[in-house]
């Protein structure tokens, strides 16, 4: 079974700061995507990364996955109120886009005005 | 921005009672998936279709589920006799071709209550 740590669970922050989400796995995934997830609503995909070593940038949130292609990273800069919500890891562990996610448990993010 | 749209938003239903989920996906994607969230814990897979068959699922998805592309649109989500634990978040999934390094797309999902 393939697990997916995220850390940190909670994460409550002043607007302006940086932050760093980290997700890891003993297991090798093919790809690793991070989500959104707002309170009764569907994951909102973020970003993938498939290549180990691969840094991806979307405005102030930069992705990276690990060299092994085993672990992940989401660092915000200058956080903001509108950041918060509850961020998800999901990795894929078959070669096409028909295999499963495993999802990590999540980190709730909250930026304080 | 193209949608994935699923019915009902809510369904209260009783034990034992058979349930329909129903996802209608993005209509050029290719493969369609159900996922399920327990209040209070981690998005898990249920199943994968593709072609016309399931192509993966879950230790979760027993004999009591099944999917079913009826049309050339809809996906359903069928649990034949629910139980107290179905009780959770449905999601019905789609994404695109089957190169690695496409996303999923996901709608807002279903409430499933089983009293």
């Known amino acids: 079974t393939q697990l997916l740590e995220q850390s940190p669970q909670f994460l409550s922050i002043q607007e302006g700061e940086n932050l760093t989400v980290y997700c890891n796995s003993s297991?090798?995934?093919?790809?690793l995507q991070w989500y959104r997830q707002e309170p009764g609503e569907g994951p909102v995909l973020l970003v993938t990364?498939?290549?180990?070593?691969e840094v991806k940038k979307l405005k102030r949130l930069t992705f990276q996955f690990g060299d092994a292609r085993k672990d992940s990273s989401l660092h915000i800069t200058a956080a903001q109120p509108g950041d918060t919500g509850l961020y998800l890891c999901?990795?894929?562990?078959?070669?096409?886009?028909?295999?499963?996610?495993?999802f990590g448990e999540g980190t709730q993010l909250t930026v304080n005005p | 921005e193209p949608e994935v749209t699923q019915t009902p938003s809510h369904q209260v239903t009783q034990m034992g009672q058979e349930v329909i989920l129903r996802c209608v996906p993005i209509?050029?994607?290719?493969?369609f998936y159900w996922y399920r969230q327990i209040l209070g814990q981690k998005v898990e897979f249920l199943v994968s279709?593709?072609?016309?068959?399931?192509?993966?699922k879950s230790e979760i998805f027993d004999d009591q589920f099944s999917v079913e592309r009826p049309d050339g649109s809809n996906f359903t989500l069928k649990i034949r006799s629910t139980k107290l634990e179905d009780s959770a978040m449905y999601f019905c999934?789609?994404?695109?071709?089957?190169?690695?390094?496409?996303?999923?797309?996901f709608g807002s999902g279903t409430r499933l209550t089983v009293v």
């Open positions: 999934a789609s994404s695109d071709a089957p190169e690695v390094g496409y996303g999923y797309t």
């Open positions: 297991s090798v995934f093919s790809s």
């Open positions: 990364v498939v290549t180990g070593g």
């Open positions: 999901a990795g894929a562990s078959g070669e096409t886009s028909g295999s499963r996610l495993t």
């Open positions: 209509s050029n994607h290719l493969y």
């Open positions: 279709f593709y072609n016309n068959e399931i192509s993966e």
